[in-house]
């Protein structure tokens, strides 16, 4: 019974995270303009760039999809999704009192650090997480964390020439920690896997021109995957400190928030390292 329940919370907490992600992601939608490559822009903002800075500026070819729920000629009806009496197993209200019901222990914490090596053309400033990591079991945890990343382009790659001051990561998402020897009050070992979604914003070098609208800044939407290890410093009942190190990819999206098409960001990866502390309650 005990598996059955952990293996449910965490069949929810999977489809939570990836709603989650997606849920983020979709901040960052699909504009009505196309406004030619964003490698394209990208030069045209470098202050040395000699020609027009004015960009395309076209009403953008949506995407076809089906209406939801419009059945298809020729293609059979789904079948009703079936209804389990109140007795039976596969019924969560069937589970005896006082086991769904027990309140879930929660850490609610911090977490803050760097990371090293993103890519030739950018680095980073700081790296840091609030997070909320709900108890399933002795051994199992699962983190829903929101946060930010700031990041700078290398001085004199080609990324430098066309954005000014800060690149700035919001990131949201989840993950899964096991802890092999949760009772050792220090140095407990742990490892965590997990996924979100991110928004990353810049300002151009110099303003670019499409129609009559000026274009000063410009986003792009992705998903962030990761995973880690570290360790508990100190792990008691309701406060903890830890160390750890995860390494960590970005993949971007395909269109700006500005309407440019990305042949400019592939991915990035970083070994981010962080310091956390957390406190608890049940």
Not at 119 to 134: A, E, P, R, V
Not at 164 to 179: R, S
Not at 248 to 260: I, K, Y
Request: aromatic share 14%; charged share 20%; proline share 8%.
């Amino acid at each position: 019974m005990k598996r059955e329940i952990i293996f449910r919370k965490l069949s929810f907490f999977l489809l939570f995270s990836t709603i989650l992600t997606f849920t983020f992601t979709s901040c960052s939608t699909t504009p009505e303009r196309s406004r030619g490559s964003l490698s394209d822009a990208m030069d045209k903002a470098k202050p040395e760039h000699e020609g027009s800075r004015r960009v395309p500026d076209a009403p953008r070819e949506p995407a076809y999809t089906n209406p939801p729920n419009r059945h298809q000629p020729g293609t059979p009806i789904p079948a009703p999704t079936p209804e389990y009496p109140s007795n039976s197993r596969t019924d969560p209200s069937s589970d005896p009192p006082g086991v769904v019901q027990e309140p879930l222990g929660i850490w609610l914490g911090f977490r803050g650090g760097n990371s090293y090596k993103m890519t030739s053309q950018m680095d980073s400033y700081f790296d840091g997480d609030i997070f909320l990591g709900m108890v399933l079991s002795n051994h199992i945890e699962v983190d829903f964390f929101a946060g930010l990343k700031a990041a700078f382009a290398v001085k004199e790659s080609d990324l430098d020439g066309s954005v000014k001051d800060t690149l700035t990561f919001l990131k949201a998402g989840g993950g899964i920690v096991y802890t092999p020897f949760p009772k050792l009050p220090v140095f407990c070992p742990y490892v965590s896997a997990g996924l979100g979604g991110f928004i990353m914003f810049w300002d151009f070098e110099t303003p670019l021109y499409a129609d009559s609208q000026t274009i000063t800044n410009d986003s792009l939407g992705g998903v962030q995957l990761y995973a880690g290890a570290g360790l508990y410093l100190i792990n008691l009942q309701y406060f903890r400190i830890g160390l750890g190190v995860s390494p960590e990819t970005f993949l971007f999206g395909l269109v700006t928030s500005e309407g440019f098409d990305n042949d400019y960001f592939d991915y990035v990866s970083n070994l981010k390292y962080s310091l956390e502390a957390a406190i608890f309650f049940d």
